[in-house]
C-alpha cells in the first residue's frame, strides 16, 4: 500500500476509533494501561482503545501478524506514531512484554512459545515482570545465584530476586537462573519463564523515597518450571539477557526522549511569566530550559538517525548504551529544572492542589532512570570498552 | 532524518583521502611558521576547486556540483580534522549562498561560475563589534545619486584579506537593531576608500579588520533595506558549516585522545585502564554523536528550507560550541605535559575550537535564538 493511502486510511481509523477519554494528554504513570489478568480498567474508553487496536495488531505494530502484531514496516509504523500524535492519541498498551520479552521471544523463542506468549502479550492479556537483579547481583548480573536444578520434566527453582518491577501485580515472570553452578559466570546461566500463580513464588513491596511500592523482592521456595519454559539454549541465557538489555535500554532512552508528558518552557513560563520583551522572565532558568531542549532535540535526533542508520547497515554498535546514559541524565536534570521551577509549591506532598505531590514524587521517581537497566557507570564503561576499545583495569 | 547515502559516504571518504594527504595539521603549522602571507595556499585551494568543493552550494547551470548542505557539511567536518585553511567558508558557502539566493540573474552568471572555477575569494562582511550581531549593523550606505556610498568599520572578516570582493551587510535605514534596513552590497576589494588590516588570529588563521571611508557602492545584493533574510540565509549557511567544523575538531581531538590513551603508561598500566579517564571519554562520545545528529539535522532543514532553518542551525551551532570546547579541554587535560607543548598538534585543536566557538555567534547567542525561535 503506498503510504499515503495508508496514512490517510490510519488517520480516519484513528478518527472514527479513538475514543475521546483516550485523547486527553496522558499525566504518565495514572494513565498508563498496562494489562494482564487482573487489571482494572481505568475507564470503559481505556478498555475499548485496548481491544480495538489489539484486534488491528497495533499494540505492538512492527510486530508479525501472526503473532498479534500490526506486520507494519518502519515507514507505516511511524507514520502510526506521527498520526496518534496529532490526536494526542494515548498509547493503548505499554509493557515489559512489549519493550523487553517480545523482542526476545522473536529472536530466541522457540515456535510454540512465540505463538503461546506473543498474541496474549499484544492483546494485553498477560502482564510480564523482569527477574534478573538478585541482592547480590546488580551491575554485576551475571554473578546471579538464583538456582535451577533438573529435575527431569522440570527445573526446581529456589533463590531471591529484587527490585522486581511490579512483581505484585505481574502474571509472569521471564526470569535469569543459574543452572550450572560450576561454569563460569557468563556459561552457567539460564533464561526462563513462569507463572507467577506456581506455588513457591511470593512477593514483597519495597517502599521507594517516592511513598510508592512498585517494585518488590521476589522469593522462589522449589517453584516448579517445565522444561518447556527455557528459552534458547540450556546454559546460554546470559546471550538472551543481553539482548533483551539493549532493548530495555533503547526504550528508556528513546521512551524518556519523547515522554512528552510535561513540556519545561511551557511549565517554566506559565510559573514565572515574561517580561516586557516577552521573554521568559529569569535568564538563569531561561537558559537551564535551552539547554534541556536542546539536548532533547539532540537525543531524539539521535534515535532517528541510528535507526535510519540501523536500516542502510551502517553505525557503531552499543548504541543503546549512549541512548541509555544521554536520555536518563537529560531526564534527570529536566526534573531538577521542574522542581526549581516550582519552587517551594513543587515541594508539597499531600496536598489536592499538588495532585498528592505529584511533580516531587515523578522528580524522585527520575532518580531512578540512570539506575535501572544498568547504571549510567555501566552504560559509560560499556561506551568505553565496546565502541573506544579501551583496556581493562 | 537520515542515514548517509552511497554518494554522500563517497564524498566524505574523498574528503578525508585528499585533506589528510594534502592539508594534514603540519600544513597550517607550516603556514604559521613561515609567516605565510596568505594564511593558505592557493595550491591546495585550487586542488578544492578540482574537487567540485568551491561549488559545492552553486548549481550546475552556474558551473557548481550542488552537493547542497549536507555535503557541505562533511567537507567542513573533514576540514575540521585537519584544520585545512582555505576561503571555502567564506566564498563557497557563504557568498555563494548570499548570490545564489538574492542575486539577480546577472550577479549570478557574473559571480557564481568565478566562485566555483576559483577565481574569486569573496568575504562576507558583517560584525561591527567584539560579538555577532547581525542587526547592530551600523555601517551606513547613503544614496547618493545613483550609488550608495559606505562609511563605517567591520570586523572578524574571515578572509578579508585575501578577498577580490567584499558583501557589506551595510544600513541604508533605521537604528543599529533593526532588522529593517539593512542591505548587502557587493564591492570591489581594491575600490578606493577600503583600507584593509591583516589580523592573525590564535588559531593561525586570518580575518580582518576593514575601514569604509567613502566607499562607492552600485552592487546592491537582494533589495535595499529588506536583505536582512537574505543575510541570515548566508549566515545560516555558513552557521551550520562552523558547526560541521567544529563537529571534526571534537572528533579528531578525541581520536587522538583515544588512542593516546592506549599507549601512555603510568603506574606500570595504560592510562586508558584508569575508569576515571574510560567515562570522561565515553561521555565525551556520547556528546559528539549527540553534536552529530544535530549537525545532520540543520543541513537536512538546509536543503528542504532554507528560510525555516534558522531553530535548528542554531540547535548545532549551540551543540557545537559546548562540545567543542569539552573535547579539546579534555584532550588537552588527558594529554598532559604533552598536551601543553607546541610540538604535538592537540594545542593547534584548543585554538581552532576557541575560534570557531566565536565565529559567526557564540553558544549564548544561539542559545538566546533559538528560544526566541519557540517563543520564550
Ligand atoms: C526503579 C527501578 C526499577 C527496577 N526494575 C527492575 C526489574 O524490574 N527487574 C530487575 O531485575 N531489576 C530491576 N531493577 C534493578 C536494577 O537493574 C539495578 O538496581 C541496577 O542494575 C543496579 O544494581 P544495584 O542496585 O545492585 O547497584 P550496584 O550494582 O550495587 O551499584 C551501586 C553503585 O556502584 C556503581 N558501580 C557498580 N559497578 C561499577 C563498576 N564496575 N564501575 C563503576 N561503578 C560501578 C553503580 O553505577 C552504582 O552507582 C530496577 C531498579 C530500579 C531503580
Known sequence: ?393 | MIALDEDRIMLRDTAREFLTDKSPVSELRRLRDSRNEDGFSRELWGGMKDMGWTGILIDEDHGGSDFGHVGMALVCEEMGRTLAASPFLSTAVMAATAIGRGGSGEQKKKWLPAIAEAKAIIALAVDEGRKHAPEKTALKAELAGNAFTLNGEKTFVIDGHVADAIIVAARTAGEPGDKNGISLFLVDAKAPGISVERVITVDSRNSARIKFDNVNAVEALGETGKSFNLLENALNAGRAGVAAELLGIAGESFDRTVAYLKERKQFGKLIGSFQALQHRAAHLFGEIELLRSLVLAACVTLDKSPDAAGTAVSAAKYKACEVGRLAVSEAVQMFGGMGMTDEIDIGFFMKRARSTQELLGDAYFHADRFALSQKY
Open chain 1, 1 to 393: 500500500m503506498p503510504l499515503e493511502t495508508f496514512r490517510r486510511e490510519t488517520r480516519e481509523w484513528l478518527a472514527q476509533n479513538c475514543p475521546p477519554e483516550m485523547r486527553k494528554p496522558s499525566r504518565g504513570e495514572p494513565d498508563i494501561c498496562w494489562g494482564g489478568r487482573n487489571w482494572e480498567f481505568q475507564s470503559e474508553d481505556q478498555k475499548i482503545w485496548l481491544e480495538r487496536m489489539a484486534a488491528r495488531g497495533w499494540t505492538v505494530p512492527m510486530w508479525p501478524k501472526e503473532y498479534g502484531g500490526g506486520g507494519l514496516s518502519r515507514e507505516e509504523e511511524k507514520i502510526l506514531r506521527e498520526e496518534m500524535r496529532a490526536i494526542s492519541a494515548r498509547s493503548p498498551l505499554e509493557s515489559f512484554g512489549i519493550w523487553m520479552l517480545g523482542p526476545a521471544l522473536l529472536q530466541f523463542g522457540s515456535e510454540a512459545q512465540k505463538l503461546e506468549h506473543l498474541p496474549k502479550i499484544a492483546r494485553g492479556e498477560i502482564r510480564w515482570c523482569q527477574g534478573y537483579s538478585e541482592p547480590g547481583a546488580g551491575s554485576d548480573l551475571a554473578s546471579l545465584q538464583t538456582k535451577a536444578e533438573d529435575k527431569g520434566d522440570h527445573f526446581l527453582v529456589n533463590g531471591q530476586k529484587i527490585w522486581t518491577s511490579y512483581a505484585d501485580k505481574a502474571d509472569w515472570i521471564f526470569c535469569l537462573v543459574r543452572t550450572d553452578p560450576a561454569a563460569p559466570k557468563h556459561k552457567g546461566i539460564s533464561f526462563v519463564l513462569f507463572d507467577m500463580a506456581t506455588p513457591g513464588v511470593t512477593t514483597k513491596p519495597i517502599l521507594l523515597i517516592s511513598g510508592k511500592s512498585p517494585f518488590c523482592e521476589t522469593f522462589f521456595d522449589n517453584v516448579k518450571v517445565p522444561k518447556a519454559n527455557l528459552v534458547g539454549t540450556l546454559n546460554d541465557g546470559w546471550t538472551i539477557a543481553k539482548y533483551l538489555l539493549t532493548h530495555e535500554r533503547a526504550s528508556i532512552g528513546g521512551g524518556l526522549a519523547i515522554a512528552g508528558m510535561r513540556s519545561l518552557p511551557a511549565e517554566a513560563i506559565k510559573a514565572i511569566g515574561r517580561d516586557e520583551s516577552g521573554r521568559l522572565a529569569d535568564p538563569f532558568v531561561r537558559e537551564e530550559v535551552i539547554r534541556a531542549e536542546i539536548d532533547g532535540r539532540a537525543l531524539l535526533a539521535t534515535i532517528e538517525r541510528y535507526k535510519a542508520e540501523a536500516k542502510a547497515g551502517q553505525g557503531v554498535g552499543a548504541k543503546s548504551a549512549i541512548l541509555k546514559y544521554a536520555g536518563t541524565e537529560l531526564n534527570k536534570r529536566r526534573y531538577e529544572a521542574f522542581m526549581t521551577i516550582g519552587g517551594s509549591d513543587a515541594l508539597e506532598w499531600e496536598s489536592e492542589r499538588s495532585e498528592e505531590g505529584t511533580l516531587a514524587r515523578e522528580w524522585l521517581r527520575t532518580k531512578a532512570n540512570s539506575i535501572e537497566g544498568g547504571t549510567s557507570e555501566i552504560m559509560l564503561g560499556i561506551v568505553a570498552k565496546r565502541i573506544l576499545d579501551l583496556p581493562e583495569a
